[in-house]
């Protein structure tokens, strides 16, 4: 699974990083080295947005930046607590499963990563932090669905009417992390995004086939000091690598 990751970087770096049309954002959002479930990260999207200056234009796929809460709720979800339960998506199910494949279809995003952390079971009682990255210190673009749900207790001009919610999608874990954890979230590679976001691009199996999890994804992982375990605990030495008392592995 992917539960906590760190993304550090400023708006202004991701919109020119992602090459971002449109700033959907209204504020920026502090580095943050222990992104939790329930947070607000960036995410980038791609959804029809009319040109400034063309009053009755069409609107036209725009990719954007915004900030959404982690932990999917679904648009039919009576509570929006579930989205707590559902903060990564299976590649093996997600074409499928009912909370996940409305948005597959057409609401997919890239979450921007430093890299994530995930904790290797050394026995009953220790569990060893590592963080995971890509080891030439490009942003890490995960695999992401995003989707919408109304809160029907607030009234239609209430800002917090709509809630956006997105989730990690996660695969195997290649050879070289699986002794670490199982699980891992699926990168996709720069060449893939436009096609990975694109809202017109609706058939499963060719969707499916930009998640070729048989790419090396370039990722390396160091231990890192058991702090990152509370969520209480943020900053940049959580990314400091620390060796545990005995060898692990």
């Given at each position: 699974m992917c539960g906590r990751y760190a993304s550090t970087?400023?708006?202004?770096?991701?919109?020119?990083?992602?090459?971002?049309?449109?700033?959907?954002?209204?504020?920026?959002?502090?580095?943050?080295?222990?992104?939790?479930?329930?947070?607000?990260?960036?995410?980038?999207?791609?959804?029809?947005?009319?040109?400034?200056?063309?009053?009755?234009?069409?609107?036209?796929?725009?990719?954007?930046?915004?900030?959404?809460?982690?932990?999917?709720?679904?648009?039919?979800?009576?509570?929006?607590?579930?989205?707590?339960?559902?903060?990564?998506?299976?590649?093996?199910t997600l074409a499928e499963k009912p909370s996940f494949r409305k948005a597959f279809a057409r609401r997919r995003c890239l979450l921007p990563a430093d890299g994530y952390y995930e904790w290797y079971r050394a026995d009953k009682k220790t569990k060893q932090p590592y963080?995971?990255?890509?080891?030439?210190?490009?942003?890490?673009?995960?695999?992401?669905?995003?989707?919408?749900?109304?809160?029907?207790?607030?009234?239609?001009?209430?800002?917090?009417?709509?809630?956006?919610?997105?989730t990690v999608i996660t695969t195997t874990a290649e050879d070289g992390l699986g002794h670490i954890h199982d699980r891992m979230p699926v990168i996709i590679?720069?060449?893939?995004?436009?096609?990975?976001?694109?809202p017109e691009r609706t058939d499963p199996a060719k969707v499916l086939d930009l998640l070729d999890t048989g790419r090396p994804s370039g990722l390396?992982?160091?231990?890192?000091?058991?702090?990152?375990?509370?969520?209480?605990?943020?900053g940049p030495h959580l990314l400091e690598r620390e060796e545990p008392e005995t060898a692990l592995f």
């Open positions: 970087k400023k708006r202004q770096e991701l919109l020119e990083e992602f090459e971002i049309a449109a700033d959907g954002t209204s504020d920026e959002l502090p580095a943050d080295y222990n992104v939790a479930p329930t947070k607000m990260v960036y995410a980038v999207l791609t959804r029809p947005q009319a040109k400034d200056g063309e009053d009755g234009a069409e609107p036209e796929p725009t990719r954007q930046l915004r900030v959404l809460k982690w932990g999917l709720v679904p648009s039919w979800a009576k509570d929006p607590s579930v989205g707590s339960r559902m903060i990564n998506a299976r590649v093996e963080f995971i990255h890509p080891s030439d210190g490009e942003v890490m673009a995960m695999a992401g669905l995003y989707e919408f749900w109304k809160d029907p207790t607030r009234a239609d001009d209430d800002p917090l009417k709509w809630l956006t919610t997105c590679g720069r060449d893939r995004w436009a096609d990975w976001l694109d390396t992982a160091y231990p890192v000091s058991s702090e990152v375990n509370s969520v209480r605990n943020n």
